[in-house]
């Protein structure tokens, strides 16, 4: 498709288990971005990269929380020991360059019980 | 980056203008204005960018004052389908870096 995919689009997991979400950009998008976002609340900034690399992971909210982007392509959210606190949905987009003009994912909501 | 303050919420009716201002004090020289929209259960969508005076495009139309201190994004005659949350940010025009969101202003239209 033309569009940022993600998947899986529902995910529900069980408290202290591992999960992985994945963001397949827009082909040709340089710039990709995590964001997760809870109810109510604008989308907060998780990390972005710019190529393969990590351009800034401040947002990561504690070393349970990874991200590759191995190919400069498709990137890998990696959660692990789920807590109930991480339920939110987690947004990905990708951009050509540093333009500003973000073109997001239908999101991935995660649900920790 | 700059922080952006703006209305929590706002409510309006079918057919009038909407505008919805955000101030960015702290604005660098390079950076650009930039909205989104969200629906629910969708992510955010890029409305339209500025650097100063107007900007116009089919959707909308952003206003930026000589001192860049705030923009006000306009919506005209709006109708049902434009109940959203919108988001006003400061994006680095100097640099990549990462780009924030702010908690966005709640529009709601009313018949």
């Known amino acids: 498709g033309a569009g940022v995919s993600q998947t899986p689009s529902n995910k529900v997991t069980e408290k202290g288990k591992y999960v992985e979400l994945r963001c397949d950009p827009i082909?040709?998008?340089?710039?990709l971005y995590w964001y997760r976002q809870s109810l109510g609340q604008g989308p907060e900034f998780l990390i972005y990269f710019q190529g393969t690399g990590a351009a800034d992971d401040s947002g990561l909210p504690n070393d349970r929380f990874f991200a590759v982007r191995p190919e400069g392509s498709v990137s890998t959210l990696k959660i692990q020991r789920t807590e109930r606190g991480d339920s939110a949905v987690y947004l990905c987009?990708?951009?050509?360059?540093?333009?500003?003009?973000?073109?997001f994912g239908e999101g991935s909501r995660l649900t920790v019980l | 980056l700059a922080k952006t303050t703006q209305p929590i919420s706002m409510d309006s009716y079918e057919g009038q203008e909407v505008n919805i201002t955000c101030s960015h004090n702290n604005i660098a020289t390079n950076d650009y204005i930039t909205w989104y929209q969200q629906f629910p259960s969708q992510g955010p969508r890029f409305i339209i960018q500025?650097?100063?005076t107007k900007v116009t495009n089919e959707v909308a139309s952003l206003f930026i004052p000589a001192d860049r201190k705030s923009s006000t994004l306009s919506l005209p005659r709006v109708s049902l389908s434009d109940t959203a949350v919108y988001y006003c940010l400061v994006v680095s025009g100097s640099s990549a870096s990462k780009i924030i969101f702010g908690s966005g202003t709640r529009l709601s239209i009313r018949p």
């Open positions: 082909s040709g998008h340089t710039a």
């Open positions: 987009a990708s951009s050509f360059g540093n333009t500003g003009e973000l073109f």
């Open positions: 500025g650097y100063k």
